[in-house]
Each structure stands twice: as structure tokens, then as C-alpha cells.
């Protein structure tokens, strides 16, 4: 294995970007590189205590800072971009929590309009234990505390999207984005297909923790020192994003209404399996209908996000097209041995 | 512990319930009785070769036979009928599973309506090694096979539906019915509201084993030897089935579109929750949103149906309002260890 | 033309059903015959002042009481009932429109779960003046009103349902009720699939005028004195209800979400121009494209329903597979001139 | 009146942007200049036989060529533009509908996918008689052929997005942009709130005529020549798009699921009638209710698209907050004689 180039990357505070695509690269890498990486939290730092209301304390259209974009030399349209996760890890040991006025799950929305009063504002700070790996709920109106394991993801990992345009950095789609899956840990590698020359990789929403869901659209919010190695995969497109573990493949559909999400990821998971299994569609159907597990990503954010996974085990004769995923496994023990 | 009183049911051809409601009862049964059930597969037995098309052999709407109704003495509407599933085993060494013309998620259907020719209908038969706890696919386009663990469960769990109504064995609601959630398996004590008189319990629908969403619309469905525990909770409403194991409380939600389902299940999470931890509406909502996993239970029929989950290991000052699932279990272990 | 035999309907206060199917027949009639019906309003006459608050007054399930259900002697499945609505006439000077807590398309509800609170519940009494054929809004928070045409319809026009099942009078399905569209008007012909022998038809829930969508949940609601002439089809099948009037066909589909209400009233009516013009699919898919008008008729119910009409002056070779409207119309002229 | 300012617009091929917002303006013009000008069809013109399907001869994205952006001096977020369509006249003696592969309403599609085939892609050319104004269907399969009124409108009228977003030019949403309504006709001022200095106002996406909802997502297109007024109303906002005709106000909602298109359209109407009436959100929701026609406009593109109008007629001590159309109007009548 050659040298490893690593790749430093701190924003500063007029350096994030705030949009997939319409950003100029802060960096140029080539595929391989190891990208260790600070991302602000989802509030760009601004709330910190009880009373930091996002309502307040917040500028709408300035959330989900991104640290990117990174521009991958040599991705073209039709490639596929490989990111491999090396590690999350929380960079404050505070989270924060908070309900938003129109926003999650229970509530109406300025999309879901009714004419009711919004849910009260509430910030939920969350104190996180990183030694021990847990995260703190602590009640605001009662006494109540109770610790969770701590589970770091980034909820927006995304490129520039295809069609000239730009999105906000709160929007999942087919270019990735805000897809606040919990599946976005430490040892996956996240494809996502090339629309523009470069890519125009970007991440950032750092989770602590996060439930199936999303439901009151905010999780445990921080700062992450991440590390990724980014790869380029040639002449191999991808739909809508697709994740892979030692374990499990998985499909990322972003749609509304949520069904349609749904149908995304199971539709993109049962080609896949058909592809790398070389089963027909309908065997392929059959196949994931009895083994897909089904966790829902957001049902929160512009789009809804469903994740479709199986385990490779049950697939027979798989073998994968992309290539990619133990070699930077590997990548990334050698870069962890080294550290 | 006083002697469990057990009933033996193997409905006849002519016995099978093809409703939630409006169907009489085929025997009255006391609270803590332990049922010994036979339960039917979905096709009503007629789908046992390849060339045993659902459109053929099977008619609308005989489909999803009900072992039951029981009448529940004492039950009336205000009250919770509690079902513990000690054993789900299936009954045969295989199964089947098919595509139906216009049914299932990647497919329009009679409700999501276009001009397209259906799929093709196709019949997969499971081979079932109850020793090893294994289903065995075989594809019917070439020659891969592969086995998935068994998992048995029931697709439908039910009481007669509120307002006078009688609903289609395929229909999952408020009442249970046909939720098709694997969730549904030996362990579980499921929580439905009482609507009716004697409320009227029916289960069915056995799968050997089933993915999240239920993709196509059919699991691998066979007969099932099933044993469970019916007991009363008076003067306790359940809102939504809810579903308790050692570790877990789950709310099931059904509705279309899934985002309702889904914040049907959430909602009634959060006030579970709340309830049973002192928690207001708030704090609870918080603490689910990052506690919380949703795997998807089935996408495909009349209403599609959302689980919401949550660790009991994760609830600050947990104690049930229902105080049943642990003497259940207990009652659950003392029968098998006379069997 | 023999003369016509007509039948007074005038339920007492136990008479009315509360279901499609379910409900033992109040009356035979014979095919061709004049119903002259008297219907309740849908909060069975209780709303009567500012005061009579719906939570208050109403009881669940006891709301849009129907007069029926009425056995068609000689109906069958795979049959279709026609009826002809002669006229609608408000029996009262009054009418009453509410806010009813969580229901409404403005609101959260039951289905769409949110942790806000409900809107606060009014009543506002519209006076109808049948003369001049006008209803007068009377805003309740200020001086301000307004009149606006008096356009009376029906919101429940039904048989039992398909299935075995029995649907509550506030749903509306393939078996039409509760499809609460303005197009139900006096004029009119309305197409239902027989699906249990005798179709058990009924009606109820008279509005004075209401928008198309039902916005708020609720109507101009008032009592009716209606004309209908009831006719059977024999061995002519249709799926979803259907209209027809001297210038327009017209389907209305029920589901939810939203589009698949709209997709079930375009398919169907893709279907009907193509088999009455001799069109192929495609061809009546462009020309129904180009000329259908889509407006809605509730996004408030158990069901969404969406209309999709089109004028018959567009129809090249248009020629009715019913063959029943003219001669209903001609009948209903009739019966008028006599009365 | 002072002397109009006209501006002549006819874009090169390589002049039309592809995208609200991210493009560079082609003019600029000062509030209440009359601009002609000339729009492509959606196709760019390439579908010209029954031969030219848009799989071979169109290229996404390109289309939806929009005849702008026009930067409007003075334009800030926080203002809103008045747009008033003049005239609207189609710019050939054809006009071309089609079928497009997964796009439409009775097909699944790229998010709401299905294992499916695609529909069969077919052409249809209209010959349009402009001094008649009619516009003819000839099915391709038979020979039926029918007149059609022609019913000029735009498809597609917007401004650059909130958020630092650029859309395709296939996209409705609060921008405006492709919202599809058959309402956009000569007559009506439509008002859109700006969100960037210059507000960049584009338009496109002729149809000689369109039926309500699009349903095979493709109207008879056609290139139009177009003349509209630019005016800029300061220091209003406006929170989704609002049409204005001497008879109605009207609000368009753009999301998914079509309920919540709904939902955005009655609300902004609510809104709107209690705002300019001075009645309190109850008492306007109740008055919309009873009053509101909900014709569909696309039910076919990235989001659905929903319309609410209410006739002036009903709205007791209406008051126009804008103060626009009528001025807009009788400057429309004063170009229109000068002509």
C-alpha cells in the first residue's frame, strides 16, 4: 500500500458551505485520500444552553454547515463516489437537542399546514461521556435523567446534484444530503453517484445519537472530528445512495410521501441484489421482500428518508460490483494502526 | 398458580372468520386462558405448487382465514385485551409466497392506479427445516438457493373494529388486523382495545418468516400451531395496538400515507411513554426521538403500518400501566413446562 | 311511460342507519321507482345553536345518519345501480357549520397525529333563504356576512360495501358514501356497483352548499326533502361511483393520499371514455389529459375524494354503455309535471 | 399614464435558462414595463412529428426553456412581484402532447417506483386554429378526431428560490415555476414573493390548452408569443403564489403528498380572505370552506400542485392589500388599444 495522503480540514466560520452544489471546493483531493475532517453541528455552534431558542438564535437558511466541498479529482458524471467512514467522534462533550416552531414529525409544518399553534420551543441539553461511549438525556421539566449509548453519525453526506441545480444543505435526495440516517457510522462506506465534474463531496449534522426517524427533527446535535476516506469508483453509476458494512447492503431512498421513499430503497436494493447476485427482478424481489430489514432514516426533513438493508449473508452467490468496501476497510485500518 | 384452563381450536373449512367483526364467535373463552390455535395460511391452504396462481385458485375476498373469533368473558369496550404469544410453530415443512396481480409495493395496484400491465405472477415455494430453524429460497429463474433463519409470526392479530364497523381480515387499524409486522413472534404480548362486547379476538396469517415492508405484498405464509395466553386489563383504553417484550415497548400505527402511520405509532409511543414514566408530552417526545427505532411493518395493504420501538432499559422511572406482560411470561413458562 | 310507483320515506328517529351494509333494508322498492326521502343532517339534527358544541352534543359513531338502506329488488353483484337525483331541497331555514376538535384538512388529527393542540371548536348557523335560493354566512367573531348561492347536494350516496365488510357512514370508498362531492346535485345520476343482492342503497348527509375539498370538515349542513329516482343495470359492472349529468361524466375516486384519489377518478375515467368512444387507453389518456376538470370534493374524511369530469361535447363518437340518464332525466321531467 | 416602457424579448437557443434562479438575467427592466416575448415549448421545440419521442430527440434537462430571467430594478426579498398576463397567443398552428417514459400521473415514475414497465411512448400533434380558437385531437390509434376550445396558459412562471436554491425549471414550489395550472391564462396577475435582489423573473411552458391536474404530465405545448406587465409591489410578502382575476383570488400550493398541496393552497387563502377582510382565521377558515373551488393543476410533476380560488363576490368588505390588478388591468387595456 503507498502512502496514504491525508488531508486536514478545519472551516472557518465564512468557510462553510450551506448548499449541495453552488459551493466552490475549499479543497482538492484525489480519490484515495484520508480527509480528516471538523464539522460544526447542525445549529452552526449557536445553541448551547436552554435558552439559546433556534428561533432566536438562528438564521434560516444557515443550518447544516457543511465542511466542503471537496472536489475529487478525475470523478465525472457516470462514476460513483465512495466515501469510507474511519471515525466519528464527537468533538464537544455536549450535544444539543431542541424542538424547532413547524418542524418534525408531530406537528404541522409549513408544508403540513394547519392553522394551529406551533409546539412550545424547548432546548435539551445532552452531556456526552466519550470514554464510556454515552449520552445523557436529562428532562427539562421534571427530574428525570437517563444515559444512551452513544452512536455517532453524520445525518448530511452529499455531493452536488444532477440538472444545474443547487440544493439547500436540509434537503436528502438522490445526491445524498440530509438523509439523517443512524446508519451513517464509523466503518460504512456511503456510494453516491457523480453529477459534476469534481463531485463536490461535502458533510457535516454530526450526531451524538439519533432515533429511527428523526421525529421531532432534531437529534443529539455537536461538533464531530471525522475522518473519511474518499474514493472514486469509474464508469459505475448509482442511482440514489447506497451503503455497505461488513454486514449489510443498504439503499437510501428520499421522497414524499413516505411510501415513495420507501419504494425508492427497496426498488434500488432489489436491482442491486439482482445485479451483484445475478438473480432475475422477481427472484430478487422475493428474495428481499422476505429478508429486508426496513428502518426509517427522517420523516422530518424535506424529503422523508427509508433505508432498505440486507444482510450479505443471505445473499447468494453476491459478489460485489463496486469493489470497493473491504479494500478501503483495509485502508482504514492501516490509516487507524498508524494514528 | 391455579390450573390454566386451555382450549384446543382447529377450525373446520367452514369455520374461518374472513372479518374483523361481524363474524360469531367460535367459542368463549375466560380471561387467562391459554388457546391452542391452528391456524390457516393466507391462501386458505390452496397455494401449494408453483403453478398454483393466487389469481386462479384463490377467490376475493377468502383470503387471510381467521382462527377465531374467541369472545372474551368480561371484556367490554374501555378495557384492554392482552395476547401473549407463547408459541408460534409452523405447522408444515413449507411455504409459499407468490406476487398477486396489482398487490404489493413496487407494483400499481386497484388504490395507486395506472395504466401499466401488472407484474408477472409467479409462485415461490419455501422449504421449512423446523429443526435447524431454517427457510430455504429457491429462485424460480435459475438455481440459487439460500437459507434464511425462520422467524414465525402472525400477520394478523385482532379485535372487532369500533363504530358499528366489519372490516376485511386483509385490513389493518386501530383494531390490530392485518398489520403484518415481524415483530409479531413468540415472546410478545400484544395490546389491543376492547370495541365490543367479549371483544371478539381472531389471529391468522402466519409467516415462517417475513422482511420489514413485506415488499411484495406475501411473506413466506404457512399454517401455524400457535399457542397464546388471552387475558383482560378492565377499564384501561389502548388507543392503537402496542406490542410488549422483555426488552421493548412498540406502538403500531396503520394509515395511509405511511407518514401517518408512522406519526400515529410515534405519537402513541410518546404518550406510552409519558404515561408510564411520569415524563410530560414534551420530554417524552424528546427522549423517543433519540431513543426511538421504526422498522416499517408492511407497505402494502389497505393501510400501511409503522412500528415504533423503544428499550424499556432506556426509560428513566419506567412502570407499566398495564402490569401484564411479566405475569404472562411467567404463566407462558409455567405452560411449556408442563407440555 | 306506466305509471310510477313512488315511495315515501320518512325515517323515524330509530330508523336511521349509521353504516353502509350492516343495516336491515327499511323499505323494497322495485326498479324505477320515485323515492321521495327526507334526510337528517349529519349531526342528526343536534346542532342547533352557537352553543350546541359537536363534542358536546354528538356522539361518535352516531353522526350522518342515512335514510336506507333500500333493497333494489333484482339487484345483484356485477350489477349497477342508477340513481337519479330529481330534486334536493333544504326542509329547514337553517343550516349549521362547525369546527369539530382534530378534524378538518387545517387541522391535525387522529391520522395525521400531531402533539398540538386542537382548534378551538365554534358553530356558526347559516340561515337559508329558499326563495331566493341564497344561504347567508354570518361571521361569529364579527359583524361581517355575506350570502352566498344556496347549491344543495348530498354528501352520502351508497350501497353496501364489498368484501363482507360494513364501512361507517363517514367513509367514503368504491361503494361511494360519504364522497361529500358538490357535484351531487339535483340533475344528476349516479352510478354504484352492486356488490351484496338488493344493493342496500342509502343516502343522507344534505348540504345547503360546500366548497369543493370541505376544507374545515363540515358544510352548510341541513335536513333534506329529496327526490330520487332508483334504477338497476343489469350485467354492467363499475368499480367506482360514477356521474352522470346532461353535459358532464364524471368519476370520483377515494383514497388516500391525496393523488391516489386522483389517480382512481382519471383511471376510471380513462377507462369509461375508452370503452364508450371506441378509444384506445392511450388515446382516451391524451384526450382526457387535455379536457378533464379535477375538482376536489373532500380532503377531510376517512378517505380523500377527487373528481375527474369531462364534457361529453368532447367525446368524439361518444355513445353511453349505461344508456340510463336520458331516460331518467325524462322520467324525472315526468314526475315533476305531475306533482 | 405615462409613456409604457416595452421590452422585446425573443431568446437565442442558447439564451433560455434551464433553472429558476443560477442564471444570469437577460434584461433588465423597471417595474411596470410591458414585456412581449417570445417562449419555446417544453420540448425546445424538438417534438415536431409523431415520430420525435422526447426518449430520442429531448435531453434532460433540458427542458422547460425559460424566456428569462428578468432582473426587476428595485426587486428585494420582501417585496412581491405582480405579474399580469396581457396576452397569450400560441406562436404556431401546433401544438405537440406525448407520453415520456415513468413521467405522468397513471404510470409509476422515478419516485414512485414500481418493477413495471414503462407505458408505450406515443405523440400526438394538435393543429391549433387560432383565428377559431380551437384545437384539434386526432387519436393515433383511430381515426376519431375532436375540437377542443384553446385555452392559452403558461406552465411555467416563477422567480429565483429562498435558501440560496436553484431549481429546475421543471420544479413548482413557493417560486412559482412549473406549477402547471390551466388558471395562469390572459387576465389574471399573478403575484410572487421575491426572494433575491432583482427577484429574476422567468417564464415558459406555453399550452394552447391543458386539463386540470395534467394527467399524462405533458399539455398540448406549444411556443407562445406572450405579452406581460412587470410591476413590484414593496415592503409585501407573499408566501406562495397568488392569482388574482376580476372575478377571483386564488392561492397555489406546490408539495407532496397532494393533501399537503392542498393544505398550502387553503391555508395561503385563509390567509389572504382574513387579511383583506378583516375576519379572524376562524371565521375566514369557515367562509373558504363553504365558498372554495379546488381545481388541481398538475398532479404529474417534482411536487404537486394544488389551486384554491374564491370568488371576490363572497368576501364581505374585501379590500385588496396588493392594490394591483386593477391598476395592472386598465394599463393592459391601455397597451392593448395602442396596439
Known amino acids: 500500500m503507498t502512502e496514504q495522503e491525508v488531508v486536514q480540514i478545519r472551516p472557518t466560520a ?43 438564535v438562528c438564521q434560516f437558511p444557515f443550518l447544516n454547515p457543511q465542511s466542503g466541498p471537496f472536489h475529487i479529482e478525475g ?6 463516489l465512495a466515501v469510507h467512514f474511519v471515525s ?34 424547548r432546548v435539551w441539553i445532552w452531556q456526552l461521556d466519550r470514554q464510556a461511549g454515552l449520552c445523557r438525556f436529562a428532562a427539562v421539566d421534571s427530574d428525570a435523567t437517563v444515559d444512551l449509548p452513544m452512536d455517532p453519525m453524520h445525518g448530511t453526506v452529499g455531493v452536488a446534484p ?54 421531532c427533527g432534531v437529534a443529539v446535535e455537536t461538533a464531530m472530528d471525522s475522518v473519511v476516506i474518499v474514493d472514486l469508483i469509474k464508469g459505475r453509476t448509482t442511482p440514489w445512495p447506497r451503503l455497505e458494512t461488513d454486514e ?34 422477481l427472484d430478487a424481489y422475493q428474495l428481499v421482500t422476505q429478508a429486508v430489514e426496513s428502518p426509517l432514516a427522517n ?13 450479505k449473508s443471505y445473499l447468494p452467490g453476491w459478489r460485489s460490483r463496486y469493489d470497493a468496501h473491504q479494500r478501503l476497510r483495509a485502508q482504514a485500518g492501516d490509516y487507524l494502526s498508524r494514528r
Open 88 to 121: 466519528i467522534t464527537p468533538a464537544r462533550d455536549w450535544g444539543a437537542s431542541t424542538t424547532v416552531p413547524l418542524f418534525g414529525a408531530l406537528t404541522s409544518t409549513h408544508l403540513t399546514a394547519t392553522l394551529q399553534d406551533p409546539l412550545p420551543e
Open 75 to 80: 470523478a465525472e458524471p457516470g462514476d460513483t
Open 299 to 311: 420523516v422530518c426533513d424535506t424529503n422523508y428518508t427509508s433505508v432498505a438493508k440486507i444482510r
Open 14 to 56: 465564512d468557510q462553510y458551505a450551506w448548499t449541495f452544489g453552488g459551493a466552490a471546493p475549499i479543497a482538492r483531493v484525489r480519490p484515495g485520500s484520508v480527509l480528516e475532517v471538523f464539522t460544526e453541528d447542525c445549529f452552526a455552534g449557536r445553541v448551547r444552553t436552554k435558552d439559546d431558542l433556534v428561533s432566536q
Open 162 to 215: 444532477a440538472n444545474l441545480e443547487v440544493r439547500s444543505a436540509l434537503v436528502p435526495d438522490a445526491f445524498g444530503g440530509n438523509m439523517d440516517t443512524p446508519e451513517m457510522r464509523a466503518g460504512v462506506t456511503c456510494y453516491l453517484g457523480v453529477n459534476v465534474e469534481g463531485a463536490l463531496f461535502s458533510l457535516g449534522d454530526g450526531h451524538a445519537r439519533q432515533g429511527e426517524g428523526e421525529t
Open 248 to 281: 449489510y447492503l443498504m439503499s437510501a431512498g428520499s421522497a414524499r410521501p413516505l411510501e415513495d421513499a420507501f419504494r425508492i430503497a427497496q426498488h434500488d436494493l432489489v436491482q442491486w441484489v439482482a445485479a451483484d447476485c445475478g438473480l432475475t427482478q
